[in-house]
């Protein structure tokens, strides 16, 4: 295998798109080689990371657009997503008090927990008005 | 969008929901609208079925959240059963299992229920 392959998908933000994007990291990620266990890991927080970007950075404004890049190497695939919505935090990432969100009937928090949970390394960046993050899945993880 | 339904039956006197494809930030609201029915006919004892069900995402996680204490206040419950393993771990990850009867078959909740 090459040393390094890209795959870009650029999609506007509306949560109808999510099905497309789980698909395309199914697609590539079964043809470059990561087990079944993995890409369901890596399409579930591909798919929590880019419905928080459509309801926090982008308001559900279906105008706007999220830039998905796969980069696969031979030792992982990190996958870039980026926008130019509002900076948002997602440095939290305790698992959530299930017992007592319920009792408050509040939800959330959850995706973030998953990301870092299923992913190896997670980072984000605000640049130029765009949030990047980033995050990578091993092979021999 | 044709990638998820939830369908309604009534079995043994208990409701019963069978969720069929992909849950996700899109789809929840499915689910919900469903969920809500039931509630407002005044049914708590609901089972959902998921032996149909080939992906969940947070979003669809977070609506068994926001119901629950509803019907488990007015006696009732939500039973999650017949689930694959890969739809088991995202519930796992989450510590559901401590919180919820997620159970292997239908029958297995029906049987919860008349025992009470």
């Known amino acids: 295998m090459k040393n390094r392959v890209t795959y870009q998908l650029d999609i506007s933000a509306s949560t109808s798109n999510l099905s497309e994007v789980r698909n395309f990291i199914g697609l590539h990620a079964g043809k470059n080689g990561f087990s079944e266990k993995q890409i369901d890991e890596i399409r579930l927080a591909v798919d929590e990371a880019v419905t928080n970007i459509i309801k926090h950075a982008y308001k559900n404004d279906e105008s706007k657009t999220i830039d998905i890049l796969l980069i696969f190497t031979p030792k992982k695939l990190c996958v870039k997503l980026t926008d130019d919505g509002k900076n948002f935090k997602l440095d939290t990432y305790e698992r959530p008090d299930l017992e007592k969100q319920i009792k408050q009937k509040k939800r959330g928090g959850m995706g973030v927990y998953l990301i870092h949970s299923l992913m190896d390394d997670v980072s984000y960046t605000r640049d130029n008005g765009k949030n990047k993050m980033e995050m990578c899945k091993n092979r021999n993880s | ?116």
């Open chain 2, 1 to 116: 969008m044709k990638n998820f339904s939830v369908k309604h039956r009534t079995q043994s006197g208990f409701s019963i929901l069978d969720l069929h494809g992909e849950l996700d930030a899109h789809t929840a609201s499915q689910l919900e609208d469903a969920l809500k029915d039931l509630i407002n006919q005044n049914r708590s004892e609901i089972i959902v079925n998921c032996s149909n069900l080939e992906y969940i995402a947070s979003a669809g996680l977070g609506v068994f959240m926001a119901y629950i204490e509803d019907v488990r206040s007015d006696g009732g419950d939500i039973k999650l059963t017949n689930m694959n393993d890969k739809v088991y771990n995202v519930f796992d990850l989450l510590g559901f299992p401590t919180l919820y009867d997620i159970l292997d078959d239908e029958s297995d909740a029906i049987n919860n229920f008349s025992n009470r």
